[in-house]
């Protein structure tokens, strides 16, 4: 970073870049239908994969727990936050993902960054891929140990690259969050099981949408807690409401409480939040409908945007990236969708890297498919840009 007194230039490179990132402010609850900035707009840019984050048993159920919890939890799990609504939720969690405790976290950032700086430190390798979310990497670099990254979603190189080494920690995304597209983790499991190595898996964007009832890329890959000792997962994306938890053994979630930092030394999430999060998980877990509305969603996005020769992924989940290539061709395209009354996030570096910037369009059960057509009726109003000579995606 610039200086002080340089601040402002950083900023203005920033914006000549295309850089520059701006707050939307929201006026209506997380649903399609949103206004942002005073304007009605059809939202395709968050994460509330099953179309939960307003459903009426879920507000419903956070009313009633503030009723009985107050609003804040007044201190951290470990002094005197930990109310029975969290332990509820933790025993909850752990039945579905079939593990033998979980431990809930504020986000999922600190939920990564205390699961890898107490299980790591000086001298430990650790690999990640190299699409990672942030929060892996940076736990990584602040546990002081050795960050090595292998080409992305790709098992054989990795197996390549650390064959004959011994290292600590194998992380990954389940969900690429910015591309869509799953980790190849029965490969991944193989060179963990290898190597002697924890694999930790970030399913933020898989629990809720894939696997039975919900339970994630693990699930849909037929991985157990052997070859994935441990999940961190969100509550905030398909479960709609706010938080994160790590699950795994009642050895890992005892060091977990006993040495995570970002668990220790932050206060627990509101009790009232977490009996919300009950209802949202059991209706994730009982509305099967909702996954297939929404697999039936993709499909017709895709199948229309393959018709419109647009820049695809290789996603079969809601996160569909349309490739724009610059950074200033995917702000345009996204400015050119809110004219038309649509919003999707224009994501660039360093999110993603050069010279694949792109528009992050994300589904939602929420969704009905005349907003699906919608949506592709303004993708094909968009200007050609050299990304588009890509062509189909199957």
Same mark, same amino acid.
């Given at each position: ?41 059809? *939202? ?56 033998? =405790? ?19 430190? =000086?001298?430990?390798?650790?690999? !990640? ?23 992305? +979603? ?19 995304? +389940? ?35 894939? /696997? ?13 807690? !052997? ?20 699950? /795994? ?8 409480? !006993? ?36 697999? &039936? ?11 419109? =020769?647009?820049?695809? &992924? ?5 996160? !569909? ?12 395209? +996204? ?26 369009? *994300? ?24 990304? =588009? ?6």
């Amino acid at each position: 970073m610039p200086p002080p007194q340089d601040l402002a230039a950083e900023l203005r490179r920033l914006r000549a870049a295309g850089l520059y990132r701006h707050r939307r402010v929201q006026d209506r609850p997380q649903q399609p239908e949103a206004v942002v900035d005073g304007r009605p707009m059809l *939202s395709f840019s968050g994460n509330d994969y099953l179309g939960l984050a307003n459903h009426p048993d879920v507000a419903a159920a956070l009313r009633r727990g503030a009723e009985r919890w107050g609003v804040g939890s007044g201190a951290a799990h470990l002094v005197n936050g930990h109310s029975a609504a969290h332990e509820a939720l933790e025993e909850e969690l752990a039945d579905f993902t079939g593990r033998a =405790r979980a431990l809930l976290f504020s986000t999922g950032y600190m939920a990564n960054l205390g699961v890898i700086t107490a299980l790591t430190g =000086r001298g430990d390798v650790i690999w !990640q891929d190299r699409l990672n979310h942030a929060s892996l990497l940076d736990g990584a670099l602040l546990s002081r140990g050795t960050l090595r990254r292998y080409p992305h +979603a790709d098992g054989a190189e990795l197996e390549r690259l650390s064959a004959g080494q011994r290292f600590q920690l194998i992380a990954t995304d +389940a969900v690429f969050s910015m591309d869509g597209d799953l980790a190849p983790l029965p490969a991944l499991a193989a060179v963990a099981k290898r190597s002697g190595a924890w694999l930790m898996v970030d399913d933020a964007h898989g629990l809720g949408v894939l /696997g039975h009832q919900g339970r994630g890329t693990l699930d849909h890959f037929g991985l157990g807690a !052997q070859q994935v000792p441990i999940l961190m997962g969100t509550l905030g994306k398909a479960f709609g409401t706010f938080g994160a938890f790590v699950a /795994g053994s009642d050895d890992l979630v005892e060091t977990l409480i !006993q040495r995570a930092r970002s668990y220790v030394y932050t206060t627990a999430t509101p009790p009232a939040l977490a009996e919300a999060t009950r209802v949202s998980l059991a209706l994730a877990r009982r509305d099967d409908w909702r996954r297939v509305h929404l697999q &039936s969603l993709i499909n017709r996005f895709r199948k229309g945007a393959n018709q419109l =020769r647009l820049p695809l &992924s290789h996603s079969q989940t809601p996160i !569909q990236p349309v490739i724009a290539g610059s950074s200033r061709q995917a702000v345009a395209w +996204a400015t050119a969708l809110q004219a038309q009354g649509i919003l999707v996030s224009a994501i660039r570096p360093p999110t993603v890297p050069e010279g694949t910037a792109r528009l992050r369009i *994300s589904l939602s059960a929420a969704h009905g498919e005349a907003a699906v057509d919608r949506l592709l009726d303004a993708l094909g109003t968009l200007p050609p840009a050299e990304a =588009r000579r890509t062509g189909r995606a199957d």
